[in-house]
């Protein structure tokens, strides 16, 4: 029997199963079984593998965004009219069969936008060209998903269980659990919090059902058997998405304030051009990026290349942004901005001041 009806069966076998307090075990042992063949579906062992292999796109800018969405819903519209690519676009399906890479420039920061082949469904085992653009997805900072706004909701869940069962975990974190292997010693499971959503048995199980008999696990939220499973394989990704419904000119004002409503959605008319510089706006905001901008001992600051850095970021990112002697060689910065205890005036810093967006930054070195 091969992998995909190992799968198959696995997952009638789940549907059958009614859930509750007594069953949680045995669903808790299924989920295992099955998150270890669907791992080994994308990255097959031997001379024959290669399809966990994303397409060869060199991740360049300040950060990725990966367009994802059925056949024939406006990805490749948008990409054109964001960036200065031009992705072919048609009234037919499969217009595009490769990965297309555009800039979107965002106030000097270049974000590469990238317009993957369409999903189809049965892409996470294979089907289409479904594990390349899976692979590439995992590489993003952030997912868009396009939808069409004509059709049903249905195709907004099909795509969330392509992308759930290949472990990309959408607008979620990495659940609070520290798992470490041992050489000896058996299994330490300390929790500091009650387990409503799981139990200790069930924990215990899967660890077995992983060849896991040596390690330490600390537990410090209220996780679910799916979480605890995903720490221990540890290649989930957890990243952020944007639902994004095109074709809003060819639905009803109320049918585009329901979707509007909705959480992590923006509603757009690629061919149209409505809502497109909001967008624009919400892909910056959910990257968590910040600008810095550098200026020199007596000169204005660079307000036309900024650096981009995460959220949380210190002085010791904006040097190694620049070059990375400049963090052996630091003996203080001048800050400007909202990171500054003195604004509207510098603040002398080192290197572990967080800064903030719009922030200027002059270096001093020795």
Same mark, same amino acid.
């Given at each position: 029997?091969?992998?995909?009806?190992?799968?198959?069966?696995?997952?009638?076998?789940?549907?059958?199963?009614?859930?509750?307090?007594?069953?949680?075990?045995?669903?808790?042992?299924?989920?295992?079984?099955?998150?270890?063949?669907?791992?080994?579906?994308?990255?097959?062992?031997?001379?024959?593998?290669?399809?966990?292999?994303?397409?060869?796109?060199?991740?360049?800018?300040?950060?990725?965004?990966?367009?994802?969405?059925?056949?024939?819903?406006? &990805?490749? #519209?948008?990409?054109?009219?964001? /960036?200065? $690519?031009?992705?072919?676009?048609?009234?037919? @399906?499969? %217009?595009?069969? +490769?990965?297309?890479?555009?800039?979107?420039?965002?106030?000097?920061?270049?974000?590469?936008?990238?317009?993957?082949?369409?999903?189809?469904?049965?892409?996470?085992?294979?089907?289409?060209?479904?594990?390349?653009?899976?692979?590439?997805?995992?590489?993003?900072?952030?997912?868009?998903?396009?939808?069409?706004?004509?059709?049903?909701?249905?195709?907004?869940?099909?795509?969330?269980?392509?992308?759930?069962?290949?472990?990309?975990?959408?607008?979620?974190?990495?659940?609070?659990?520290?798992?470490?292997? &041992?050489? #000896?010693?058996?299994?330490?499971? /300390?929790? $500091?919090?009650?387990?409503?959503?799981?139990? @200790?048995? %069930?924990?215990? +199980?899967?660890?077995?059902?992983?060849?896991?008999?040596?390690?330490?696990?600390?537990?410090?939220?209220?996780?679910?058997?799916?979480?605890?499973?995903?720490?221990?394989?540890?290649?989930?990704?957890?990243?952020?998405?944007?639902?994004?419904?095109?074709?809003?000119?060819?639905?009803?004002?109320?049918?585009?304030?329901?979707?509007?409503?909705?959480?992590?959605?923006?509603?757009?008319?690629?061919?149209?051009?409505?809502?497109?510089?909001?967008?624009?706006?919400?892909?910056?905001?959910?990257?968590?990026?910040?600008?810095?901008?550098?200026?020199?001992?007596?000169?204005?600051?660079?307000?036309?290349?900024?650096?981009?850095?995460?959220?949380?970021?210190?002085?010791?990112?904006?040097?190694?942004?620049?070059?990375?002697?400049?963090?052996?060689?630091?003996?203080?910065?001048?800050?400007?901005?909202?990171?500054?205890?003195?604004?509207?005036?510098?603040?002398?810093?080192?290197?572990?001041?967080?800064?903030?967006?719009?922030?200027?930054?002059?270096?001093?070195?020795?």
């Amino acid at each position: 029997m091969g992998v995909v009806e190992k799968i198959k069966e696995i997952e009638e076998e789940m549907a059958r199963t009614q859930k509750n307090k007594a069953t949680e075990y045995h669903l808790g042992l299924l989920k295992a079984k099955l998150a270890r063949y669907r791992a080994q579906l994308l990255e097959p062992v031997g001379k024959s593998g290669g399809g966990g292999t994303g397409f060869e796109v060199q991740k360049s800018g300040d950060a990725r965004v990966a367009l994802i969405g059925f056949p024939s819903v406006g &990805k490749s #519209t948008l990409l054109s009219k964001c /960036t200065h $690519t031009t992705s072919e676009a048609a009234a037919y @399906e499969f %217009t595009t069969l +490769t990965a297309i890479p555009g800039v979107l420039e965002y106030e000097g920061a270049r974000i590469q936008l990238l317009d993957l082949p369409g999903i189809v469904e049965g892409a996470s085992q294979g089907r289409g060209r479904g594990r390349q653009v899976v692979s590439t997805a995992k590489t993003a900072d952030l997912i868009l998903i396009m939808l069409d706004a004509t059709k049903s909701d249905e195709q907004r869940h099909l795509l969330e269980i392509e992308l759930d069962a290949v472990g990309i975990r959408l607008n979620k974190k990495k659940p609070d659990v520290v798992f470490k292997r &041992k050489t #000896t010693g058996g299994i330490t499971l /300390t929790t $500091t919090v009650k387990l409503t959503r799981t139990d @200790e048995r %069930t924990i215990r +199980t899967i660890l077995a059902s992983y060849k896991l008999h040596n390690c330490d696990v600390m537990i410090r939220e209220d996780i679910t058997t799916d979480e605890f499973i995903d720490v221990l394989i540890g290649t989930r990704k957890y990243i952020p998405c944007i639902y994004v419904y095109n074709k809003i000119d060819a639905i009803s004002l109320e049918q585009v304030d329901r979707l509007a409503r909705q959480d992590h959605t923006v509603v757009i008319s690629a061919e149209q051009d409505l809502n497109l510089d909001y967008l624009i706006e919400r892909i910056w905001a959910d990257l968590g990026l910040v600008k810095v901008y550098t200026k020199k001992r007596g000169a204005h600051p660079d307000l036309a290349d900024p650096i981009c850095l995460r959220t949380g970021a210190t002085i010791e990112g904006v040097c190694n942004g620049i070059h990375r002697s400049l963090t052996t060689n630091f003996r203080y910065a001048l800050v400007w901005g909202k990171s500054s205890k003195f604004a509207p005036h510098a603040q002398k810093v080192g290197l572990n001041h967080p800064v903030q967006d719009d922030d200027v930054v002059s270096i001093f070195t020795k």
